[in-house]
């Protein structure tokens, strides 16, 4: 079964550093989000991402953080200088369509960025 | 600003009796409803869903309720199975909207044999 995979699993980096979140997305998908959930709160959206370009951002992601799908085939989430209040679980999901069949919305296992 | 509240953090039940999840919402813009389920070290994954043309959708030992006027949805699982222990999430959107879901903070099922 295709899945979506994410890259690393754990991540550990220093505040003020620049973290790279991979994911590869399930290869036929159109559609790429990041998510990301802080412990003990809910999952909230960061980012759309569609034709190569963001289709909606929320407040959360401001100019710290870009997204770039740089060969067709990985995707990914760029946090250029990290604060404590971003450690958290970040996950990555895609899906085929453009519109409707939200239930087609495959997510990653998740990348946990500890920012010490 | 919860959108999609999920007010049990954890609820534990014993196996083969009714597991109940509610789930609120504020946003009447809200349309389709989904639960997700997630286990330690996986992500969310697609469990049922319900457009508010419904108050009602089943698959198999899972149901979801929706009450449109209170703003609320239920999941029930019946019989619960250990297997069902997990994290769950409710998630709303609107649809023709954004394609973003709005998910609560999710409730974590024990189902004990």
């Known amino acids: 079964e295709p899945e979506v995979t994410q890259t690393p699993s754990h991540q550990v980096t220093q505040m003020g550093q620049e973290v790279i979140l991979r994911c590869v997305p399930i290869?036929?998908?159109?559609?790429f989000y990041w998510y990301r959930q802080i412990l003990g709160q809910k999952v909230e959206f960061l980012v759309s991402?569609?034709?190569?370009?963001?289709?909606?951002k929320s407040e959360i992601f401001d100019d710290q953080f870009s997204v770039e799908r740089p060969d067709g085939s990985n995707f990914t989430l760029k946090i250029r200088s990290t604060k404590l209040e971003d450690s958290a679980m970040y996950f990555c999901?895609?899906?085929?369509?453009?519109?409707?069949?939200?239930?087609?919305?495959?997510f990653g296992s998740g990348t946990q960025l500890s920012v010490l | 600003d919860q959108q999609v509240k999920q007010n049990s953090p954890s609820l534990s039940v014993q196996e083969g009796r009714i597991s109940i999840l509610n789930c609120d919402y504020t946003?009447?813009?809200?349309?389709?409803f989904l639960w997700y389920k997630k286990y330690p070290a996986e992500g969310p994954t697609f469990l049922i869903s319900?457009?508010?043309?419904?108050d009602k959708n089943e698959d198999g030992r899972f149901t979801v309720f929706l009450n449109k006027s209170a703003k609320h949805l239920s999941l029930h699982i019946v019989p619960s199975q250990p297997g069902d222990s997990a994290v769950y999430f409710c998630?709303?959107?609107?649809?023709?909207?954004?394609?973003?879901?709005?998910f609560g903070k999710g409730t974590k099922l024990t189902v004990n044999p």
């Open positions: 999901a895609s899906r085929r369509q453009v519109k409707g069949s939200v239930e087609k919305l495959f």
């Open positions: 290869s036929n998908h159109l559609y």
């Open positions: 991402f569609y034709n190569n370009e963001i289709s909606e």
């Open positions: 946003n009447s813009m809200f349309d389709y």
């Open positions: 319900i457009s508010s043309i419904k």
């Open positions: 998630a709303a959107f609107t649809q023709g909207g954004s394609e973003k879901l709005v």
